[in-house]
Every structure is written in C-alpha cells, then in structure tokens.
C-alpha cells in the first residue's frame, strides 16, 4: 500500500493524503473537516499537488464529481466532532 501526502498553502485546503492501492483521496480543509474521496485516479492527486491553486483545482476538478464520505476526528484531536455520514 503506497501513501502519499501532500501539506499545501492554500487558503482552504491543508492536506492531501492518497491510498494508491484504494485510490482513496483523503483532504484535510482550513477548517479541519476531513473527506474521504473515492475512486479518484492518481492523475488528479498529482495535479492536485502542482496545481498554482489547490483550491481552485480542487473546485474544478474534484468537488461534486466523487463519491466521498466525511471523516470522524478522533477524540484526542481538536476541533469539531464529526458524524460519518455520507456526503453524496
């Protein structure tokens, strides 16, 4: 299982995390909401991480586009709890 992570400076997206073996997309928003994003070829993680914006590709080529789930924050870390349901 090969993982790959990704730390960005945008204004809404903190970071990428890709399952290569699942093609699962995991983001971590500004805010600290986590989604899972399946099915999501490794293509657009790669140009996900060249982009100039990451959140702008991220509006344009990823969000709507993939089935995707919200994460639970374990307790220990801060920020809002989330419930998992899902998002599509």
Do not use: C
């Not at 945008?10 to 600290?32: G, H, Q």
């Amino acid at each position: 299982m090969a993982i790959r992570r990704a730390a960005f400076t945008s204004m809404s997206l903190a970071s990428a995390t890709y399952w290569t073996n699942r093609n699962v997309l995991e983001i971590e928003f500004r805010d600290r909401a986590i989604y899972r994003y399946f099915n999501v070829p490794v293509a657009l993680y790669e140009s996900l991480r060249a982009a100039q914006s990451a959140g702008t590709y991220f509006n344009a080529h990823l969000r709507g586009r993939f089935p995707h789930r919200r994460r639970i924050r374990p307790p220990d870390q801060k920020g809002p709890d989330h419930t998992s349901k899902p998002a599509n």
